[in-house]
Nanobody, 119 residues
Framework: QVQLVESGGGLVQAGGSLRLSCAASGSIFSDSAMAWYRQAPGKQRELVATIARSGTTNYADSVKGRFTISRDNAKKTVYLQMNSLKPEDTAVYYC?????????????WGQGTQVTVSS
């Protein structure tokens, strides 16, 4: 079983920065693709950024150039560095792990951390 625990959320002014962390338990972290999602009030959950086992990253257009996803396999932790934050970045941010080497594939979610950006 895998548990994901997010931290680092909070209240920040527009233009500021936050770094989210997601610590994973279990032995499959290094073999898992990791991602950050977010969900704003009244909106669907959306993909923010992904990082593959290889380290390849992808970003939603809305955060390109402002957010950076990274991973530390030794620490079993994935990060989301968020710069130049905007009020529209306000949401609950969720960590996601996808392990594709089982049938069926396994997907895990964290409990979420609130990010609030004031204007």
């Amino acid at each position: 079983q895998v548990q994901l625990v997010e931290s680092g959320g909070g209240l920040v002014q527009a233009g500021g920065s936050l770094r989210l962390s997601c610590a994973a338990s279990g032995s499959i972290f290094s073999d898992s693709a990791m991602a950050w999602y977010r969900q704003a009030p009244g909106k669907q959950r959306e993909l923010v950024a992904t990082i593959a086992r290889s380290g390849t990253t992808n970003y939603a257009d809305s955060v390109k150039g402002r957010f950076t996803i990274s991973r530390d396999n030794a620490k079993k932790t994935v990060y989301l560095q968020m710069n130049s934050l905007k009020p529209e970045d306000t949401a609950v941010y969720y960590c996601n792990a996808g392990y594709l080497y089982s049938i069926p594939p396994r997907v895990y979610w964290g409990q979420g951390t609130q990010v609030t950006v004031s204007s």
